[in-house]
């Protein structure tokens, strides 16, 4: 069988091994439902409070300000449709970005529908909101500032240190989807100014379908799944303990293993970048050049499509996406290459490689030859090209 060299980790990553042995023993030896008496029960709440415990570390955050979810985009929807619910009657409008993800511009369009105000910043040639712009968007009736921490597809870091102390110093709540970021950046959210916090387990090499909300403590905020009286009565439904622990145990390692695993990713993502950028003409790298996130490259090629060459790229066994995984499938290019100013036909062309700590720099020649061969063929076939090639000789 061809080897998979998978460049597609911002889309989901492998599960490790530590964090499935960790889960196996929570699903049929220890399966008690955590809100019984019993001392089955009281293993899952006893694996289910370490995991919290260590989640909360990570963030310098107190253990029962994180509410275990179903995910990042269970997180998004309950930190936007909660806080407006709660604190409606302070006010109706929301700020957020252009370059969202989907679980947070489309909530904000549903809240656009309720009778919500929702601004949303524009972002600089290299994604980042401009905190002069965020200045000028509050309003007396803005009630919350949503922000993510990294963008899924640019991987562009955004100055979140800057947004939370603007949000503080006017009294508005802080939200930051940081699904991307939790377990690849430092994050602490007092430093930071932040008050409610998405992440997602399968993102950081835990399992997928669990996530967590950080909501700060006196943050009012409401219950977003009624029933019974689990996460302190904010989210009900039977503990999905396997998954919570696994992602404990992700969470626990990607802190500690941060330092040395990103400086890895860093110089192998440099050194994809610099190859691709000297080898491939007419391309352009999208994202900040520095403020990036460590295991993020993504680049657009021009005269060609995106499409075509990710096509090619699976049929040589490699994993790439010409956005997020949510876009594809759709032929409108992606939101985010047009909020930092591509024109259509450049934003069409583009291909996200997101490494892992598996990455190998074989991995990576090999996958830029690869993308040398492809783009040339395509190329070679393109009328936009040959035109362009024409003009050029004149
Ligand atoms: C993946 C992702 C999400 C959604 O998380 P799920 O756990 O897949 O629901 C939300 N925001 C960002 C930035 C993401 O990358």
Same mark, same amino acid.
């Given at each position: 069988?061809?080897?998979?060299?998978?460049?597609?980790?911002?889309?989901?990553? *492998?599960?490790?091994?530590?964090?499935?042995?960790?889960?196996?023993?929570?699903?049929?030896?220890? +399966?008690?439902?955590?809100? =019984?008496?019993?001392?089955?029960?009281?293993?899952?709440?006893?694996?289910?409070? !370490?995991?919290?415990?260590?989640?909360?570390?990570?963030?310098?955050?107190?253990?029962?300000?994180?509410? /275990?979810?179903?995910?990042?985009?269970?997180?998004?929807?309950?930190?936007?449709?909660?806080?407006?619910?709660? +604190?409606?009657?302070?006010?109706?409008?929301?700020?957020?970005?252009?370059?969202?993800?989907?679980?947070?511009?489309?909530?904000?369009?549903?809240?656009?529908?309720?009778? /919500?105000?929702? =601004?949303?910043?524009?972002?600089?040639?290299?994604?980042?909101?401009?905190?002069?712009?965020?200045?000028?968007?509050?309003?007396?009736?803005? %009630?919350?500032?949503? $922000?993510?921490?990294?963008?899924?597809?640019?991987?562009?870091?955004?100055?979140?240190?800057?947004?939370?102390?603007?949000?503080?110093?006017?009294?508005?709540?802080?939200?930051?989807?940081?699904?991307?970021? /939790?377990?690849?950046?430092? %994050? &602490?959210?007092?430093?930071?100014?932040?008050?409610?916090?998405?992440?997602?387990?399968?993102?950081?090499?835990?399992?997928?379908?669990?996530? /967590?909300?950080?909501?700060?403590?006196? $943050?009012? #905020?409401?219950?977003?799944?009624?029933?019974?009286?689990?996460?302190?009565?904010?989210?009900?439904? =039977?503990?999905?303990?396997?998954?919570?622990?696994?992602?404990?145990?992700?969470? *626990? +390692?990607?802190?500690?293993?941060?330092?040395?695993?990103?400086?890895?990713? #860093?110089?192998?993502?440099?050194?994809?970048?610099?190859? #691709?950028?000297?080898?491939?003409?007419?391309?352009?790298?999208?994202?900040?050049?520095?403020?990036?996130?460590?295991? &993020?490259?993504?680049?657009?090629?021009?005269?060609?499509?995106?499409?075509?060459?990710?096509?090619?790229?699976?049929?040589?066994?490699?994993?790439?996406?010409?956005?997020?995984?949510?876009?594809?499938?759709?032929?409108?290019?992606?939101?985010?290459?047009?909020?930092?100013?591509?024109?259509?036909?450049?934003?069409?062309?583009?291909?996200?490689?997101?490494?892992?700590?598996?990455?190998?720099?074989?991995?990576?020649?090999?996958?830029?030859? *690869?993308?040398?061969?492809?783009?040339?063929?395509?190329?070679?076939?393109?009328?936009?090209? !040959?035109?362009?090639?024409?003009?050029?000789?004149?």
């Amino acid at each position: 069988m061809k080897k998979t060299i998978y460049l597609d980790n911002a889309a989901t990553t *492998k599960t490790s091994l530590a964090v499935v042995e960790a889960m196996l023993p929570y699903f049929s030896e220890f +399966y008690g439902n955590a809100s =019984t008496v019993y001392s089955l029960g009281n293993e899952s709440k006893r694996a289910m409070n !370490e995991a919290r415990d260590n989640i909360a570390a990570v963030l310098g955050a107190k253990s029962e300000e994180i509410y /275990f979810t179903a995910g990042g985009s269970e997180s998004d929807n309950w930190a936007l449709k909660a806080t407006a619910e709660a +604190y409606k009657s302070k006010g109706n409008h929301i700020i957020t970005s252009k370059i969202e993800h989907h679980a947070i511009l489309h909530t904000c369009e549903w809240l656009e529908k309720q009778g /919500f105000e929702v =601004t949303y910043l524009d972002v600089d040639e290299n994604g980042k909101v401009r905190p002069e712009d965020l200045k000028n968007a509050i309003r007396p009736t803005t %009630i919350l500032i949503s $922000v993510m921490f990294a963008n899924n597809e640019i991987g562009t870091i955004e100055p979140i240190r800057e947004i939370g102390e603007i949000a503080h110093e006017n009294g508005i709540l802080f939200h930051t989807d940081a699904v991307q970021a /939790f377990g690849q950046v430092p %994050i &602490n959210v007092d430093e930071l100014h932040i008050d409610m916090l998405s992440a997602s387990g399968h993102k950081l090499n835990g399992p997928k379908g669990i996530g /967590f909300l950080y909501i700060r403590k006196g $943050v009012k #905020i409401r219950s977003f799944v009624h029933g019974g009286a689990q996460e302190r009565k904010r989210r009900a439904g =039977t503990e999905n303990i396997p998954g919570i622990v696994g992602l404990g145990v992700a969470a *626990k +390692y990607a802190a500690e293993s941060m330092q040395e695993r990103t400086a890895k990713e #860093i110089e192998l993502r440099d050194y994809l970048i610099k190859r #691709i950028m000297d080898e491939v003409p007419h391309t352009k790298l999208n994202g900040h050049p520095q403020d990036r996130l460590p295991n &993020n490259a993504n680049f657009c090629f021009r005269f060609i499509e995106g499409e075509s060459l990710l096509i090619m790229l699976d049929m040589e066994g490699i994993c790439g996406s010409s956005g997020s995984a949510c876009t594809s499938g759709s032929l409108d290019p992606s939101h985010v290459l047009l909020a930092i100013g591509l024109p259509h036909e450049i934003a069409h062309g583009s291909l996200r490689l997101t490494l892992s700590e598996e990455t190998t720099k074989e991995d990576i020649d090999f996958t830029v030859d *690869k993308i040398k061969d492809i783009v040339a063929k395509l190329r070679s076939m393109s009328p936009l090209y !040959e035109d362009f090639v024409k003009k050029s000789e004149k």
